[in-house]
């Protein structure tokens, strides 16, 4: 590792970052457990499963059910029109009325059904919508009071469902927004197609995940056929039961402190050809009479392209082939070009800025990678060294380091997208003053460098073959490695801090958001019971098929 030199075992070196003189030195004798890695209690996030899927729906149904005293179907079609959002939908029952949740949802309940009298089966109605008359058995009415041929129904039924419609098929009278009786879509259906009665059933289970802002598929390739729901915030990152890690919001890669607006821009900007364009600006010049870019490749001002003709290289201007080391026969660069000269300056500036930010990134995440390959090894460092007969048995704070060393290189390596974005022109040009950009950009570039320097000594130590060491020296390194995760933990935590307060939080514009600092790493998700006992409907039926 570069700079090795530099992170000796004197005792006279400062080796880690403390704040206002503070030291950490008495944590080396405590118990390690107050750096472990192991998720909190209680995760609120939670993994859905295809089992676990109908009893997720169901709880947020048993609410609405129970508050509102509704059937099933009623309580879907309510929570599907809210996406499935249950504070929503009573901030509007409040604000409202139930009269006019219902209305807005397309959800027509009918008080005092027992008094209604059947029809006789032996009556007939004209079906509006084919024109034929039809037996009662033949023809049905829906909630809201518009009866049709079962016929007409079921082609209906067939389109929308095919159409993709089928979480909110509304009735086929004109001007009614009311939203039809699953049941008789799923009897009149099956009788007719089966396998589209059950996709229709799929397409109602799933939207629990497709319709709801706090539930997302996992995006693992190949997919796991699980989804996370969280609890709070969907600006968040999450870990899947699978082991992916990622960002709930934008379902990218785990992105903090980039928001995912900066994210998207920086990985855009990262494999498209924009610094190819601004590299070409800044080498090469166009070639007068065809327009390719010619690069120059020799000290004489005199350039010839491909096709034959000969230009200034000073000027762009075309020119004849007789020169000299210090003119061009016939040719003299009178004329200034300023707007082309500050075109290539701003170009040369943007590719000059963007290189080191990109320089830096790729960096980390190289070292992020190496470490990662680092942990088998570090891990047999460690079994080798618990045979030996030392005092000290508990290597956990190796383990605890190395997680440190993986969350806070992760943190680094973002990092510099956000700042080419915080600092530059794209997003806040008109936000800041040059003065207040400069201020901001140095207050985060200090404790950018605290973090850097910090991590870099973290590696180093846990590099070290401590299993051969002696037992001083491992109880030295021990209380290095301790102390700079702590002190690491708190610069991550600053450097969040900084990130929400002085620098996002000060702005006007609210469409950044970043994923909260998490001191033990992603929290995993953990599953979501599948066992829910209730007496909504069926179980299978609901199931989705493979």
């Known amino acids: ?88 939908l009573l901030a509007v029952l409040v604000e409202k009325g139930k009269s006019c949740l219902f209305t807005e949802a397309g959800v027509t309940v009918v008080e005092n059904v027992d008094d209604e009298v059947p029809p006789s089966s032996s009556s007939t109605i004209t079906c509006d919508i084919c024109i034929e008359d039809a037996t009662a058995d033949n023809a049905t009415r829906m909630e809201c009071g518009h ?171 075309a020119t004849g082939r007789d020169h000299t080391w210090s003119r061009i026969a016939g040719h003299s660069c009178g004329r200034y070009k300023e707007d082309r000269e500050k075109q290539t300056e701003r170009a040369k500036r943007d590719l000059y800025r963007y290189m080191h930010y990109h320089n830096r990134f790729k960096a980390h995440t190289d070292s992020f990678k190496l470490e990662s390959k680092l942990k088998e090894s570090i891990l047999d460092k460690v079994s080798v060294a618990e045979e030996r007969e030392l005092r000290l048995k508990d290597f956990s704070w190796v383990t605890n380091g190395l997680n440190r060393l993986f969350r806070s290189r992760r943190v680094l390596s973002y990092s510099y997208p956000f700042a080419f974005y915080m600092f530059g022109e794209e997003f806040f040009k008109d936000e800041m003053t040059d003065e207040e950009r400069e201020i901001k950009k140095n207050l985060f570039e200090d404790q950018q460098q605290q973090l850097e320097s910090n991590v870099e000594k973290l590696s180093m130590f846990l590099e070290e073959p401590f299993q051969q060491f002696s037992q001083d020296k491992v109880m030295d390194i021990r209380m290095r490695v301790i102390n700079l995760s702590v002190t690491i933990d708190t610069l991550c935590q600053k450097m969040y801090e900084c990130i929400e307060s002085d620098l996002l939080g000060s702005l006007h514009l609210g469409t950044h958001h970043i994923a909260p600092y998490k001191s033990k790493g992603i929290e995993r998700a953990s599953e979501l019971s599948s066992c829910w006992n209730t007496k909504l409907g069926s179980t299978d039926e609901y199931l989705p098929s493979e």
């Open 1 to 88: 590792m570069e700079g090795e030199e530099d992170y000796g075992f004197s005792e006279e070196e400062d080796y880690y970052y403390a704040d206002d003189g503070d030291s950490h030195d008495g944590l080396a004798d405590n118990d390690d457990s107050a750096l472990q890695w192991a998720p909190p209690k209680g995760s609120t996030t939670k993994v859905i499963t295809k089992e676990s899927l109908l009893a997720a729906q169901r709880e947020d149904l048993r609410r609405v059910m129970d508050l509102l005293s509704l059937k099933e179907h009623h309580a879907r079609t309510l929570l599907i029109h809210y996406r499935w959002d249950v504070e929503k």
């Open 147 to 317: 009866c049709f041929c079962n016929n007409c129904w079921t082609e209906h039924f067939i389109i929308k469902i095919n159409e993709g419609q089928s979480r909110r098929i509304q009735c086929m009278a004109h001007r009614c927004s009311a939203i039809c009786d699953e049941a008789i879509v799923r009897n009149l259906v099956s009788r007719r197609h089966p396998n589209l009665a059950e996709k229709f059933d799929r397409f109602l289970l799933e939207s629990y995940i497709e319709d709801n802002k706090m539930v997302k598929w996992c995006p693992s390739i190949p997919h796991c056929g699980k989804a996370i729901r969280v609890e709070e915030d969907e600006f968040c990152e999450v870990e899947c039961s699978c082991g992916l890690q990622f960002c709930f919001s934008c379902l990218s890669e785990a992105h903090s402190p980039c928001s995912c607006l900066m994210w998207e821009r920086w990985s855009k900007k990262c494999h498209d050809e924009s610094e190819t364009v601004n590299w070409i600006t800044v080498h090469t010049k166009p070639c007068p009479k065809c327009y390719k870019p010619v690069e120059k490749n020799g000290g004489c001002n005199l350039v010839s392209c491909i096709c034959g003709q000969s230009f200034c290289w000073v000027c762009g201007g």
